[in-house]
């Protein structure tokens, strides 16, 4: 007999390291790969539009699949990043097929879209959800990494109750995106704030030369803080007017209440980028559908364990996917689940 649902997600974390700032730098490289002789990539490319193609890497495990995991990086990632990577490796073993996902530009596909990302752009994550589900692959899970969680979250509660996504799951996820960017401009997180800028910078550059009738880089050398960056470039461009109200319609806080499939949110409470009190949202307690678990340290997406296995997030989610099969009496997930505690 499976343990008790909460006994799994409230497994304690120990870290390899107590300093965020250390723990977030640590896990962003430490090396994780994919066993691709044993799962095989396959390019799939997904038309959304008649100037957006969005790249998708896509593994399935060596026996039928129990369901597919669609996963989205965060903030000028891509779908090789160290943490998609390995809970891809870990789904794929436990037999989950995945789909490892390139935000529109990203993952060197600047020729593939006309525009960038956005960290509320959800249309292209329902697109594509909808193709995956047409080949009856087995039931979907969504999982979002840091801005990638915000789309997660904020697409579960566009759809609320629906059969397209069994479960989702969001970690170390800016649900506040106004706090998170007021956050990560402090002088503490310089080292954060300059990483971003010099990609979103450079970001900007390359499609100057292939867009240029949407991308100018007048003024970009004036850029100081990421609010200027969204207010002058990502706010205009996307018809939000200003940063102010980017984050404040595309915060997937404003879509929690509404999010009727279980729903799994990992954060630390010493994320450097994320705020903790910004998870004193009421959804939190009113909404059965959300479990936050929330451990002292990890800093951002910086989950290392002390000892082995590493990867404690990749456990986790694993660990809750079964769960939910368990508690669903079938083999597989549904979506007849009454709760995600």
Request: some cysteine; charged content about 20%; aromatic content about 8%.
């Amino acid at each position: 007999m499976s343990a008790p649902l909460e006994s799994i997600l409230l497994h304690e974390f120990e870290p390899l390291l107590r300093n965020p700032h250390l723990l977030t730098i640590a896990a962003n490289f430490w090396p994780r790969k994919i066993d691709q002789r044993r799962f095989p990539p396959v390019r799939e490319h997904y038309q959304i539009d008649s100037t957006t193609t969005i790249l998708v890497i896509e593994h399935q495990p060596e026996a039928t699949s129990r369901g597919q995991i669609v996963l989205l990086h965060g903030l000028e990632g891509s779908a090789d990043a160290g943490y998609i990577q390995s809970l891809a490796q870990e789904a794929l073993i436990h037999g989950f097929g995945v789909h490892r996902v390139n935000s529109r530009t990203c993952g060197g596909t600047e020729g593939l879209c006309e525009t960038s990302y956005h960290s509320g752009l959800t249309t292209d994550t329902r697109t594509m959800l909808h193709k995956i589900a047409n080949r009856q692959l087995g039931p979907i899970v969504l999982v979002g990494f840091s801005l990638g969680g915000n789309v997660a979250l904020k697409l579960a509660g566009e759809l609320g109750e629906t059969d397209l996504v069994s479960a989702v799951c969001a970690i170390s996820t800016p649900i506040d995106l106004a706090a998170c960017v007021e956050c990560i401009d402090k002088p503490a997180n310089f080292l954060y704030r300059r990483r971003f800028l010099d990609r979103l910078k450079k970001r900007v550059q390359r499609k100057s030369v292939l867009t240029p009738h949407l991308y100018s880089t007048a003024g970009l050398d004036d850029v100081k803080t990421i609010w200027e960056f969204d207010d002058r470039i990502t706010a205009p461009l996307f018809g939000f007017g200003t940063a102010a109200n980017y984050y404040a319609t595309q915060s997937a806080s404003r879509y929690l209440d509404a999010i009727r499939i279980p729903a799994l949110v990992i954060t630390a409470r010493n994320d450097p980028m994320v705020p903790f009190e910004i998870y004193n949202h009421p959804a939190f307690r009113s909404n059965p559908f959300l479990t936050l678990v929330a451990p002292e340290h990890g800093g951002h997406l910086g989950f290392l364990s002390r000892s082995k296995p590493r990867f404690w997030t990749d456990g986790l989610v694993l660990n809750w996917l079964h769960q939910l099969e368990s508690l669903s009496g079938a083999g597989t997930m549904t979506v007849n689940l009454t709760s995600g505690r």
